[in-house]
T-cell receptor, first 114, second 108 residues
Framework: EAQVTQNPRYLITVTGKKLTVTCSQN?????MSWYRQDPGLGLRQIYY???????DKGDVPEGYKVSRKEKRNFPLILESPSPNQTSLYFC?????????????FGPGTRLTVL | DAKTTQPNSMESNEEEPVHLPCNHS???????IHWYRQLPSQGPEYVIH???SNVNNRMASLAIAEDRKSSTLILHRATLRDAAVYYC?????????FGAGTRLTVKP
């Protein structure tokens, strides 16, 4: 089944403890991205990647890192999480880079930073 | 920024058609119009997209105004499972900016 998977689905952590949220897609998509969703602010893009070893900042990249060493994986790294990074995170992938690409979203990771 | 404007909420009765409007007066010639929806506790889901002509798929229809400054997502027969937040988005160079969307409530 074609899908985008994220792990973990739920995570509670403490301020400053490094964490990684994994994202994997099995559709051979070039484009992948990370979003966070907060009440009243909608979905905002954190980082995106057009292909392996190519990443770029979205609207809210501060406090986050990403890497794209393989086409299928696009982990989101929080080196020193803070409470303002408590949010619902979505990974997405797309088969086409360009104007018409349809994005496929993962199920989400709910992160709480205490 | 490619900005869209949608009503905050709409209601529909089950098995009736629903027309969800979207204004995008700042659309440029190369922007695609995308619609996604987000069901409760799930990630956004692609619904339909178009450039200039009206589009149909198994989920919905997309009617695009001749000047492209507005569009309407049409659900032909709403079901309870269509209750979701619907987002109208202008896709520009892989840049997708989600607005607040329209929360659709479907009444039995």
């Amino acid at each position: 089944e074609a899908q985008v998977t994220q792990n973990p689905r739920y995570l509670i952590t403490v301020t400053g403890k490094k964490l990684t949220v994994t994202c994997s897609q099995n559709m051979n998509h070039e484009y992948m991205s990370w979003y966070r969703q907060d009440p009243g602010l909608g979905l905002r893009q954190i980082y995106y990647s057009m292909n392996v070893e190519v990443t770029d900042k979205g609207d809210v990249p501060e406090g986050y890192k990403v890497s794209r060493k393989e086409k299928r994986n696009f982990p989101l790294i929080l080196e020193s999480p803070s409470p303002n990074q408590t949010s619902l995170y979505f990974c997405a992938s797309s088969p086409i880079t360009g104007l018409a690409g349809t994005q496929y979203f993962g199920p989400g990771t709910r992160l709480t930073v205490l | 920024d490619a900005k869209t404007t949608q009503p905050n909420s709409m209601e529909s009765n089950e098995e009736e058609p629903v027309h969800l409007p979207c204004n995008h007066s700042t659309i440029s010639g190369t922007d695609y119009i995308h619609w996604y929806r987000q069901l409760p506790s799930q990630g956004p889901e692609y619904v339909i997209h178009g450039l200039t002509s009206n589009v149909n798929n198994r989920m919905a229809s997309l009617a695009i105004a001749e000047d492209r400054k507005s569009s309407t997502l049409i659900l032909h027969r709403a079901t309870l499972r269509d209750a979701a937040v619907y987002y109208c988005i202008l896709m520009r160079n892989n840049d997708m900016r989600f607005g607040a969307g329209t929360r659709l409530t479907v009444k039995p």
